[in-house]
């Protein structure tokens, strides 16, 4: 079952100035539209300094005195005072919200596209559901700290410095008991982050969990309806869901704490501030325009210090999203086309060699041992061999899924490795047992957004193979819609759809994997009458268990114990009466007397 791993877990740095500057690489392409923000921003912390201040000029050199003469024109400057702030807060947030979705878009791009140039090995370490959290939710975090906290956190700033100032330049010693709480703020902003951190790590990990439990089980749904797993799963999943479900509580607990805590302390401020403030009005030493201005300054003053909590707290889950974020992006591309490809050899004949090839999935286990064999243009070569004997693994070496650990593979002289991949790969028309359907129309998934395919080489790709016999069955025929994976279609009509996308891309080599070890004898039947047709001017590989499948292949390999044991043709390879020929009579007699001899011929 999968779960979620250490590094969805780690939160490391608060701050991090290396990622950040990574970071700060998205944001430089939009640095006018940040700039426009800041200097909202900027504008909009001096603006809210200013009514409590005329607030209180309001009250000292009118409201107290009595005199009334242009306390008109200081009321409308406060009204264009707060509607030029209403101004700024929107150019502030709108300017950040769009910059902050157009960042995560190039985010987001920038992983697909590395996603898309990393080899096949990476996957088979890496569960879907982790690479999922990580182009979604962790890019998700990012942009809050985009949207809301690595820009506006300035505002905040501004706005304490801007009130410590004036309220210092007002009154010193009133301003001094206004900040004595500052030190208790600093406990429970210390408490809050230290405990509100633990509880996202948590958090984090659950949901990195979550996802890859769904993706797994809802991909094998299949398989767990048939061996009526449902109630184990269910148990699982309520297992992890539980555990998100009460460390995010625990998280709402911190800051359902720490947020009241800040409006105490902020009262027992302005307690202070009226406790003394009063009694200095009284003496005559303070004015009571300025008693007023301090109170709401104060009030103002606590606003950011949780505000600056809070963008703490994303800055810390940002900070834990980018490096993993930054992690994938720096897995090394182990596959990809040479700086200076051959293409200029790519439209020779088409002569495939395997010279002395060895190569381990892992460590020194190998899987193929010392493989030399050619395919000669127009050749159709067929592969036999137990399950687990290499076969598939020849065809992931050739069109470099994977790279050979020893030896080398060429084609017409050129090693694969010196050639574009697209150049190498577009040479290939790969049919697999495990047929892969995408959303979209049958149309979509034969075409496989190729534009240089029209509709009347679609129609002739999908003849060929007869599916059309199916096809035509369907409510829009061509047009029809496609469910995720093809769930809709039958094994053997997928697999058909596979043949016929195959044929369109017109591939010089034909890769045939089990190709029609799911689809049924009259099928099949149809489906070789095509096969003979297309392999005529085509070189074809056929991977096959059924050795009726390639009993017509000019030259057939079997592969035993990742070693290429015997070759030639099917009447050649019965009269050395070796292992092909133990295989034969064995498949022979599965026909006859079933299953049990079916699990021998798989063993040999």
Known sequence: MA??????????????ARLMRRLLQFMYPHRVSIGRAFAAIVGLSVLQLAPPYLTKIAIDAHIATGELDGLDGLAMVFVVVLVLSYGLEYVQTYTLQVTGQRIIFDLRMRINEHLQRLDLSFYDRNPVGRLMTRVTTDVDTLNELFASGVVSVFRDIFMLIGIAVVLFIMDWRLAIVALSVLPLIALVTQWFRTHARESYRQVRGLIAQINAFLQENITGMSTVQLFRREARQFEQFDGINTAHRDATVASIFYYAVFYPAIEVLGALAVAAILWFGGAWTLQGTLELGSLVAFVL??????RPISDLSEKFNILQSAMASSERIFALLDTPVAIESPAKALSSQMDGPGHIRFEHVWFAYRD???????????????????????????????????????????GRITIDGVDIRNMPLSALRSRFGLVLQDVYLFSGTVSDNVRLGNDQISDDDVRR?????????????????????????????????????????ALAYQPDVL??????????????????????????????????HRLSTVQDMDTILLFHKAR?????????????RGLYHTLYQLQYQEQEAGPVAKESAEAV
Not at 3 to 16: N, Q
Not at 524 to 541: C, K, P, S
């Open 364 to 406: 020194d286990q190998y899987v193929l041992e010392d493989v030399t064999f050619e395919v000669a243009p127009g050749q159709r070569v067929g592969i036999v061999g137990a399950t687990g004997a290499g076969k598939t693994t020849l065809i992931n070496l050739l069109m470099r899924f994977y790279e050979v650990s020893r």
């Open 3 to 16: 779960h979620a791993s250490t590094d969805d877990e780690v939160l490391g740095k608060a701050y991090d």
């Open 461 to 501: 790709a999908v003849a060929s193979v007869h599916a059309d016999h199916f096809i035509d069955a369907l409510p829009d025929g061509l047009s029809s819609p496609v469910a995720e994976r093809g769930a809709t279609f039958s094994t053997g009509q997928r697999q058909l759809l596979s043949f016929a996308r």
């Open 297 to 302: 300054y104060s009030q103002r003053f606590f």
């Open 511 to 544: 890769v045939l994997d089990e190709a029609t070890s799911s689809v049924d004898t009259e099928t099949e039947q149809l489906i070789q009458d095509a096969l003979h047709v297309l392999m005529a001017d085509r070189t074809t590989i056929a991977i096959a």
């Open 564 to 576: 290429l044991r015997e070759q030639g043709s099917h009447q050649e390879l019965l009269a050395q």
